[in-house]
């Protein structure tokens, strides 16, 4: 889990750069997650199993938000 761990927006778009096929939970809880951050991992799809993504106490303003709904891959999620 990455919950709390403070990695940001340069974190989280260093990490999507490479592909986890066998993640299906990802905790990014508290990681001070933006747009940049939720665009990338909307973008790139580096979880391509994920079916559970937790983004709780992130400050996701319109931008995030708009850029993680319209990610093809936001229909297999059973819980976001």
């Known amino acids: 889990a990455l919950g709390g761990t403070g990695l940001g927006d340069?974190?989280?778009a260093a990490?999507?750069?490479?592909?986890f096929p066998a993640?299906?939970?990802?905790?990014?809880?508290?990681?001070?997650l933006g747009t940049r951050g939720a665009t990338a991992i909307a973008d790139r799809n580096p979880f391509p199993r994920v079916v559970e993504l937790i983004?709780?106490?992130?400050?996701?303003?319109?931008a995030a938000v708009a850029a993680?709904?319209?990610a093809p891959a936001i229909g297999r999620l059973r819980e976001l």
């Open 10 to 12: 340069s974190g989280i």
């Open 15 to 19: 990490l999507t750069t490479g592909r």
């Open 23 to 32: 993640l299906f939970r990802l905790d990014l809880s508290g990681i001070r």
């Open 55 to 62: 983004l709780s106490d992130n400050r996701l303003g319109p």
């Open 68 to 70: 993680l709904a319209d």
